[in-house]
């Protein structure tokens, strides 16, 4: 058999994905597309992880048995959401230590919006609404990935999604019917948590680098701003429909157009916060070393009685 | 590190009666707590009545590179289906 060239291959693997075939993990791909979706999805998996923590923080006060029991099931899920995309990485090439000493020593990135605090119980209504709200949109296009693994991940996720968005917004529905001081803080929530929620979309399109070879490679579908749009265009009548106003000026609807236009993002903050320098980064890396560190021994217990257990087997 | 627990496979059943699909890999120590982890990360909502976990060195797959000669053997045997043969005016359906 003739090996094909390096370009062959490249234009057999362009042709199939154009064919809207799914790249499966023997298959042969280029190894841009190997490192942009290690890359991705790397940082997709890292952000279902520490996005437990900001709603972690609220798990012991929540204000009644049932948003307890609600909460812990939510935060659970994303645990589970990680581990979907971490597996689906791991058939790049890439071995879950590895990621997950990215992730701890800082090197690998997650999403934005897990470096702002939670500072009242209407976050977990503001974050499952407008924050799980943004992550179905971006995760609904990825379920139609060309990379096999990843979008297998995202049908299993977004069955889940809608559960974690409704739930938020039944939060802050319930508060804006309750007292002056109930429907305050719903407001305040929101108004924390609509800009971070917007940049969840990434870079404008303007100045997002690797997206013409992404959808190229049907790894995006859609451009960070057609999804933006996407979720502004939804969003909005649900506000409406509870009260909650959007903190955006600008933010209007455009008969011809048929969509919301709004206002431009404060893109410093944006890469402010991806650099590092957002209001609780340092503090979501030491509580993920700190769990790591602490259940090191756990994790060697497991291996040591899994270990004697097989010996035992083998002996008898 | 490098002390990373073993690679297993995870197969679901929905419904008795109906085939098992896999769903996804997971790391475990051993093989009861292969299973315990499937059910927590593959089974929150009943998406299985029974698990099957395999590890995954255990599994051999065809490869794409051969996909051509492997599969080949079934590619002139159309004499396999049933349009192949011409049923003159009987009613088969
Ligand atoms: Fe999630
Ligand atoms: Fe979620």
Redesign the pocket.
Same mark, same amino acid.
């Given at each position: 058999m003739i090996k094909d060239s390096e370009k062959e291959l490249e234009k057999k693997f362009q042709e199939k994905i154009d064919r809207g075939e799914s790249i499966e993990p023997k298959d042969w791909m280029p190894e841009r597309y190997r490192k942009q979706l290690i890359r991705m999805m790397g940082q997709h998996a890292h952000? &279902?992880i520490v *996005?437990m923590l900001p709603e972690g923080n609220w798990i012991t006060r929540a204000p009644s048995l049932k948003r307890k029991a609600v909460l812990l099931a939510k935060v659970q899920? &994303?645990a *589970? !959401? *990680?581990l979907y995309i971490y597996s689906g990485t791991e058939t790049l090439g890439i071995s879950r230590d590895e990621m997950n000493s990215e992730l701890l020593s800082g090197k690998a990135k997650y999403s934005s919006i897990f470096n702002y605090p939670t500072l009242s119980w209407a976050d977990m209504g503001a974050i499952g609404w407008l924050v799980?709200g943004a992550?179905i949109i971006n995760?609904t296009a990825l379920a139609k990935c060309s990379y096999g693994p990843y979008a297998r991940a995202m049908v299993r996720?977004c069955k &889940? &999604?809608n559960f !974690?968005h409704k739930q938020g917004y039944e939060i802050l529905a319930t508060l804006m019917k309750g007292t002056e001081e109930q429907r305050e803080m719903a407001q305040d929530a929101v108004n924390r948590f609509w800009w971070p929620s917007m940049m969840m979309f990434g870079p404008s399109d303007k100045n997002s680098p690797n997206s013409e070879e992404l959808m190229r490679w049907k790894v995006k579908r859609f451009s960070n701003d057609e999804l933006r749009q996407r979720f502004v265009d939804r969003t909005v009548p649900q506000a409406e429909n509870i009260g909650i106003k959007i903190p955006d000026p600008a933010l209007k609807w455009n008969e011809e157009t048929r969509h919301y236009d709004f206002g431009e993002i404060n893109w410093e903050e944006f890469y402010n916060v991806i650099s590092g320098k957002g209001i609780c980064n340092k503090e979501r890396l030491q509580a993920r070393n700190e769990a790591h560190d602490k259940g090191a021994w756990v994790r060697e217990a497991a291996l040591a009685y899994a270990k004697k257990q097989a010996s035992q087997e083998f002996a008898a | 590190m490098n002390n990373e627990w073993p690679l297993w496979e995870v197969f679901t059943q929905k419904k008795s009666g109906l085939p098992f699909e896999h769903a996804g890999s997971l790391h475990a120590p051993d093989k009861e707590m292969a299973l315990q982890n499937a059910r927590d990360v593959y089974s929150r909502r009943n998406e299985a009545t029974c698990i099957w976990v395999v590890e995954t060195k255990n599994i051999v797959s065809s490869t794409p590179e051969d996909v051509g000669s492997f599969f080949e053997p079934s590619n002139d045997k159309i004499y396999r289906h049933p349009n192949f043969y011409k049923t003159p005016g009987a009613a088969f359906e």
């Open positions: 952000s &279902e *996005g899920d &994303e *589970g !959401h *990680g799980d992550a995760q996720i &889940e &999604e !974690h | -």
